[in-house]
């Protein structure tokens, strides 16, 4: 919704944005390949060619083939914002200007959402994240966003706030597992006391809440920096937050599923699920590698 928010023309927005504002319609972002490293977007070999002849002509073809399109398998979605190769373009195009975003309805000829993929098992169903093929797909003139060949840089403005908004669910992922540790803690009793009056419980629990606070002011350190200073502006701060978050998470859940002993693990509780979800959060929109280096290098040119 956001993307269509800031960069859609007015008719894309009649079309597309007030049925998603109203729930009638959902979408997905189709740009990981299994094809090719994706955190690297240069590599996308998806297409999206003009076609220039003909009475389609000033439309597009879309041919490629998505994976990880998370709530493709949703039936109510219906628009597939998909970003692939632009053609034809001038051989000189800088590789950050190659790409083409443009707005698919899913249920075009051509589309075929293969299969829904797992995450540890978890099929996150309804939405579900999505294998599908593009098989010369055609999309009619103004199906295009903000220009061809400027995919980049509305993934770039999009993914700042996109970012900073999975690491608040990841704060809320880690609250809510401390709340459970401290519940299964006063509640159960091991070798003659609640687990909560046991030293290396009560030690846990205040390393899970350093853990998990020092997170959190990195996320609220980044939000601000966003608010004053845009995403480029804030783009280290949303580096490490989008690093710390994850990993905050992910070291309460598991010391939650600790205090739970084999319950923690199991489905009776929500934790091994939150576990699954928080650890996609270290690849999903950017591998932890990619934003250390990011954060190296605003580093590198504030302090030298
Ligand atoms: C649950 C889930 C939901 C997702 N939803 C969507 C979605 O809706 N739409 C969508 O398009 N994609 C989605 N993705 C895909 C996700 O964004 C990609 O998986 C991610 O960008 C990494 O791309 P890749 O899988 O191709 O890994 P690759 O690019 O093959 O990278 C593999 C590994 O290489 C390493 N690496 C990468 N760069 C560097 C570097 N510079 N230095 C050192 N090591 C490096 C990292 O360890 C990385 O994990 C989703 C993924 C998951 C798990």
Redesign the pocket.
């Known amino acids: 919704m956001e993307i269509l928010a800031r960069y859609g023309t007015r008719s894309q927005q009649e079309r597309w944005l007030l049925p998603l504002l109203r729930g009638e319609i959902r979408s997905?972002?189709?740009?990981?390949?299994p094809a090719?490293?994706?955190?690297?977007a240069t590599n996308l070999e998806a297409r999206v060619d003009r076609i220039e002849v003909g009475e389609r002509r000033g439309g597009h073809v879309v041919h490629g083939r998505?994976w990880?399109?998370?709530?493709a398998m949703d039936t109510r979605c219906s628009l597939c914002i998909f970003i692939g190769r632009a053609a034809p373009l001038p051989a000189n195009t800088p590789p950050h200007r190659r790409h083409t975003m443009i707005l698919l309805p899913l249920g075009s000829e051509g589309v075929k959402v293969m299969r829904p993929l797992t995450?540890f098992g978890y099929d996150d169903a309804p939405h579900g994240?999505a294998e599908v093929d593009f098989n010369n797909v055609y999309v009619p003139a103004g199906g295009v966003l903000l220009g061809e060949g400027r995919g980049f840089e509305i993934a770039q403005g999009r993914l700042g706030p996109g970012r900073l908004h999975h690491c608040m669910r990841l704060i809320g992922m880690g609250e809510r597992a401390i709340r459970l540790m401290k519940e299964r803690a006063a509640a159960r009793v091991v070798f003659g006391k609640p687990i909560a009056d046991q030293g290396a419980f009560q030690h846990a629990l205040a390393e899970a809440r350093i853990t998990l606070d020092s997170a959190r002011l990195l996320v609220l350190r980044a939000a601000d920096a966003l608010d004053r200073r845009g995403f480029k502006g804030a783009r280290g701060e949303i580096a490490a937050a989008k690093v710390a978050a994850p990993r905050a998470a992910l070291a309460v859940i598991d010391q939650a599923m600790q205090v739970h002993g084999g319950a923690g693990v199991s489905g009776e509780t929500p934790l091994a699920y939150l576990y699954a979800g928080a650890r996609?959060l270290r690849?999903?929109?950017?591998?932890?590698?990619?934003h250390l280096?990011t954060l190296a290098k605003v580093e590198m040119r504030a302090r030298l």
Not at 68 to 71: E, K, V
Not at 283 to 290: F, L, S, T, W
Request: charge should be negative.
């Open positions: 997905c972002f189709a740009m990981t390949e090719v490293a994706s955190s690297d998505k990880w399109t998370s709530g995450v994240h996609t690849i999903a929109d950017g591998p932890d590698e990619v280096e």
